[in-house]
Structure formats: structure tokens, C-alpha cells
């Protein structure tokens, strides 16, 4: 069974997608960039931004039932590697647990944000 996960509590897809999906006993999030749930871009640094996307996530994984503590692998888009250390500061904050990530730099994120962060987690 595939059950589409929608909140008001993150910001609206942009496009053709769901902001995440739960299937087989997992959830997987659409990439969530730092816009307000209102759809405002929110932040001009990358501490702002990362604590945006990374609050955009948990209220989509609360939606569906979950917690960041059920996420398992990440994968995070930084428009610059330069980056790196400051958004790996707020990422520890919010998800202790450590899950499996990869972290790669991308030549443009859509509305010209510095990160974009997507999610897989077990589903309860």
C-alpha cells in the first residue's frame, strides 16, 4: 500500500510531487528546501536555511507518524561545500542518532537556496 503524506506544517510540493510517500514500511521524503510552510523563503545563510529544511522534514515525518529519530538515510544537496561544516553542526542537533547520509555539492537547488535535504525513514 502507498499512501501520499501531506501537512500544512511544512511548505506545499512546488511541482508534480508529494512531500513524502509511505510505502512498504518506510517513508520517503520529497527534498525539502528552507521555505515556511506558507511557502517564504526563509534564512540568506546556511545555519537559517539548514534549521528550515531540517524543521520542514520533522513535520513531515510527524505527519505520517514518524520522528527524525526514525530516519535512516539522508541525503543532503549543498549548493556549496564550503558549507559543509556549518550545516553539519545543525544536522547533528537535530538528528543524533546518525543516520547512513551522503552529502553532495550541486551546481544550482530550485529557488537558488544553499541546501536541500531529503529523507528515508522507518515508518510506525
Known sequence: MITKIQTTDAPSAI????????????????????LSPSGELIGNDITAQTVQVLENIKAVLESAGATLDSVIKTTV??????????????????LPSKPARSTVEVS?????????????????
Open 77 to 94: 544537496f549543498l549548493s556549496d561545500m564550503g558549507n559543509f561544516t556549518a550545516m553539519n553542526d545543525v544536522y547533528a542537533d537535530f
Open 15 to 34: 511541482g508534480p510531487y508529494s512531500q513524502a510517500i509511505k510505502a512498504g514500511g518506510f517513508i520517503f521524503t520529497s527534498g525539502q528546501i528552507p
Open 108 to 124: 544550482r537547488l530550485p529557488k537558488d537556496v544553499l541546501i536541500e535535504i531529503e529523507a528515508i525513514a522507518l515508518a510506525k
